[in-house]
């Protein structure tokens, strides 16, 4: 493997001083790219991008030959883990994700198997040596998975949703078998992490995408306990190099402290929270990443630039902090404004 | 008027020791009860209900009927007020409600009039001196407008939407325009609520449905600085007693202290929030009202009691907290499940 050219995000991730903020974007290698949604269209389906580890790493590699980014995230999707069980993942143009057989009893939950990542989900370790090879130690690559709550809350609905009401259902009257789901999803998710780790990956950041919509409670005993031990079980260390964890966590704002408490080394923010209160609150032990809007990008350079300004200003000087988007980029966006983003990035940290 | 033999809920609001937590539900009224369905089924449209005082104020009085509720809430919806700004509001049955004539351009903002009460939303003010009328002093009545933001989303995207891609492009690209809009709706608003003071209503509740969906910098921009404006212009004292204002936030609960300073008596809290931490952060200057997950009520008497509990022993001993879901109940809930649910917060709270 080449040494590593520009190591400022992992730097960054874990409080060490940089020269300027480092800074990606969720969802960066995919439709609001032109060269992409060419690619697409040839390939007809997006799981068909996905499992073929040549133009996964094709994918990955597009956005960095427009913008000056500081990590490549890994091309794939949080529901392969779901799908390698045997849930049959499938996706419907302008509806998202779906599975053939949802859960629905717990004889279903009870019939599933614990993946084995090197045999059910060979085609994303291919994609991550490939990309890693391919970046040729340009920047750190970013491996990822879903937290077991999120995951188990697509099972349960077999789509995304906007009350999750069947899985609350399963929370609230039988909350054990939800829990065996939860184990299963998390030993799954260890092996699959750390097989990406062991492939290449130089960054783990897990999506909790659902993790906002439980209650407090509710919160900590079905998708805080199980990324804690997630974590716990993670390589930290691989070729004489830590290997920083993010959680990313929507609509986690009310929760830094608990968040923080996982055991991860940065935490992913949404553009509800302020960052000079998040730092205020947990900036002593974690590194924050985040958290412009991605709405923002649909205006002109003139707000992109002052809202560039305002997040850093807000973060304050010193270390520990990764610029990113509150959420995926959306596909209407103009890349021209993205270049206009990560550029400001750049040049207003380093003032 | 008759005196007011229940007053539990407004003591709770202002901080006043009771006997017990009060406790009432928002979307009381409505779709999860079997007398209001049948209603509905012979008025044909929701907004026919709206329009008609008689038949709000049967509706809102059905669930007193049914369970020991602390408070009564007009039966009406917070898009009355751009319907009568002429924006033409219908509602589709499963898709929410819609406007015939979006805001689109500038000049559909110029061209808008302050709203003025008495003559334009005559019916609701009918609704609630018929509401009053008909309580004769069993609780109090608690009147709602929605929060000039929230309105100015739905006016933009023209129904409910899951990004308010189009709003957010105001926000950025034309701020000035935006900030036209929210102008002439707070004073619509507060217009809107002292003429509900002054018809009966006893409690207001300002409901920031969409504010939550903002950046930091944003909310306090384009949210908060208008319900500030308008609790600083609503009637504070009318017939002799304190009209406590409660300001509901979703996802709010990152901005608990700005929320504190808008002037408002009670926060309105979704589940995310911890009320014992809420209560910390800013239970010295207000109320607290919340904030069980409706999905709960969905289990069954068991997990409804325990909940409930839990909810009471984070928010601890000692005046200042209203009991309430976190949002509105869903429609598919069980009445029996609900008359648990109350009852349970009157047991446990007297303990």
């Not at 390698?84 to 998202?96: I, P, R, S």
């Not at 990309?131 to 609905?157: C, H, N, Q």
Request: charged residues 25%.
């Amino acid at each position: 493997m080449s040494a590593l050219k520009n190591d400022c995000l992992l730097k960054s991730l874990l409080k060490e001083p940089t020269s300027r903020t480092p800074v990606w974007m969720m969802r960066q290698a995919g439709r609001h790219l032109p060269e992409y949604r060419k690619l697409r269209r040839q390939a007809g389906d997006f799981m068909s991008l996905c499992r073929d580890p040549e133009l996964a790493c094709e994918i990955a590699m597009q956005p960095l030959l427009r913008y000056k980014l500081d990590g490549a995230i890994l091309f794939s999707d949080i529901l392969t883990v779901p799908d390698a069980m045997g849930l049959g993942l499938y996706f419907v143009e302008g509806e998202g994700p779906k599975f053939r057989k949802p859960l629905r009893t717990e004889r279903d939950v009870e019939s599933l198997s614990v993946i084995n990542s090197k045999v059910d989900l060979t085609y994303v370790l291919e994609a991550v040596s490939l990309t890693r090879k391919e970046l040729d130690g340009s920047v750190p690559l970013i491996g990822f998975a879903g937290s077991p709550w999120t995951l188990a809350a697509y099972m349960i609905e077999g789509k995304s949703s906007r009350d999750f009401a069947r899985t609350k259902t399963w929370l609230y009257q039988h909350p054990e078998i939800l829990h065996q789901l939860l184990q299963k999803l998390t030993l799954s998710v260890v092996d699959y992490l750390n097989a990406q780790i062991c492939s290449g990956a130089q960054v783990i950041q897990i999506f909790d995408t659902w993790g906002g919509i439980l209650s407090d409670f509710a919160y900590e005993e079905f998708s805080l306990a199980y990324t804690r031990e997630i974590i716990t079980n993670l390589i930290s260390r691989h070729n004489d190099r830590e290997v920083p964890i993010v959680l990313f966590t929507k609509s986690g704002g009310n929760w830094l402290e608990k968040i923080a408490s996982s055991g991860c080394n940065a935490i992913g923010l949404d553009w509800t929270v302020s960052l000079r209160e998040a730092r205020r609150r947990v900036g002593a032990a974690v590194a924050l990443q985040g958290n412009m809007d991605p709405a923002v990008l649909r205006s002109n350079p003139e707000s992109i630039e002052l809202e560039v300004q305002r997040i850093l200003h807000s973060y304050g000087s010193g270390s520990g902090h990764v610029f990113n988007l509150g959420h995926g980029i959306t596909p209407d966006i103009d890349p021209r404004n993205v270049a206009v983003f990560v550029e400001a990035v750049h040049r207003y940290s380093r003032d």
